[in-house]
């Protein structure tokens, strides 16, 4: 899921996915037990066996998982019940996915009256305070979704994108290929349902909804600023290269000068191995170096200061501090060695 390099590969952002929908689903999820389908499946994909069960969520509601294991584009529809979904969209099924859908699910679930009828798009993330719950949705960048809702005297307020129907027992919100937006809809209670579809490569960089109802996303979370400003503090040593000290590594047969810039192995078309990297103060030191901060370190790495060993880590592309005891004056060099990629020293 992380390269060696310390770079997330699109597996892991799959896996914050299925999480943000188990978080969202929670003990209903944990307790649901697999019972046969209601529906029949109209595709033009193979029904396979996961079509044909369907999980009863604890509480009251249903998840429906519609896996495509044909390797191409497809779509489906659900019949049965006295019912087709979805009733004004399609619903298409890409290659090795598994969407997993929501059929008359209560909202009481999540701190609101009414229900929801069914969703062709998947949840991603939800908040619930008081008389507000914010529901956040995900689906493929060029297919449809249409969410049914039956609650009480519902009102939209903001249609955020949606084309919105009415008949007497539910509200149904249609989205077409490559729309996000916010819909809004006020209950008869004043508690207000807010809607918000996100298409998936966007929700896969999601974090978190914040307590004011904003969404907090990969990449303009507040830690990585707060990261920057502590590390601004720290001094920075700048890279170039360096000879093997005494007692280290030997170079095996094969073997090349990365320059004076730290990169990455792969960069290099180094893909196992050793590296050596040696970074100097840029003045000498006020007072002794108490530890080594070492940022976006990949593998295994060992650290050297002025020639004396230091310490050993894994930070598998994260970061890693490792203290010296006692403290080190380090008038020379502070060298890692290992199998990594490029990391600032501080």
């Known amino acids: ?10 597996e892991f952002y799959e896996g914050r996915l299925l999480g943000g ?10 307790k649901a037990a697999t019972v046969p389908s209601f529906f029949s ?14 999980l009863a969520l604890d509480g009251g ?11 191409k584009d497809g779509s489906a529809a659900l019949h049965g019940d006295g019912q087709v ?10 290659p090795d996915r ?6 008359e699910f209560p909202l009481q679930h999540w701190g609101l009256e009414g229900r929801l009828r069914y969703s062709t798009a998947e949840p991603a993330a939800v908040r619930s305070s008081e008389q507000k719950l914010i529901l956040v949705l995900t689906a493929e960048k060029d297919a449809e979704s249409e969410i049914a809702l039956s609650v009480p005297d ?8 949606a084309e919105v129907y009415r008949n007497e027992q539910e509200l149904v919100l249609c989205y077409r290929p490559g729309a996000e937006g916010c819909t809004e809809i006020r209950l008869g209670d004043g508690s207000l349902l807010e809607i918000r579809l996100l298409e998936r490569h966007r929700a896969s960089r999601l974090l978190e909804i914040l307590p004011g109802g904003e969404l907090r996303f990969e990449e303009e979370t507040a830690g990585e600023g707060e990261a920057s400003e502590s590390v601004a503090e720290a001094e920075t040593l700048n890279w170039r290269k360096v000879t093997l000290p005494l007692g280290g590594a030997a170079l095996p047969q094969r073997w090349l000068e990365l320059g004076d810039q730290a990169v990455h192995l792969e960069e290099a078309g180094i893909y196992r191995g050793m590296a050596w990297y040696e970074a100097k103060r840029r003045e000498p030191a006020k007072q002794p170096v108490v530890g080594v901060l070492l940022q976006d370190a990949g593998d295994i790495l060992s650290v050297y200061t002025d020639g004396t060993y230091a310490g050993t880590v894994i930070p598998g592309g994260g970061h890693a501090y490792i203290p010296l005891d006692p403290p080190a004056v380090v008038s020379r060099s502070l ?3 290992g199998n990594l990629g490029p990391h600032q020293l501080r």
């Open 41 to 54: 499946v109209q595709t033009d994909l193979t029904v396979s066996a996961g079509m044909r069960y369907v």
């Open 98 to 103: 598994c969407p997993l859908l929501l059929y």
């Open 61 to 71: 509601g249903y998840v429906i998982a519609l896996p495509n294991v044909d390797g």
């Open 335 to 337: 060298d890692p060695c």
């Open 154 to 161: 519902a009102a939209v307020v903001a249609d955020g994108g």
């Open 1 to 10: 899921m992380i390269t060696p390099g310390g770079a997330k590969r699109e």
């Open 21 to 30: 929908f188990l978080r969202s689903m929670g003990s209903s999820l944990a």
């Open 85 to 94: 979904i979805p009733q004004y969209t399609s619903l298409r099924l890409a």
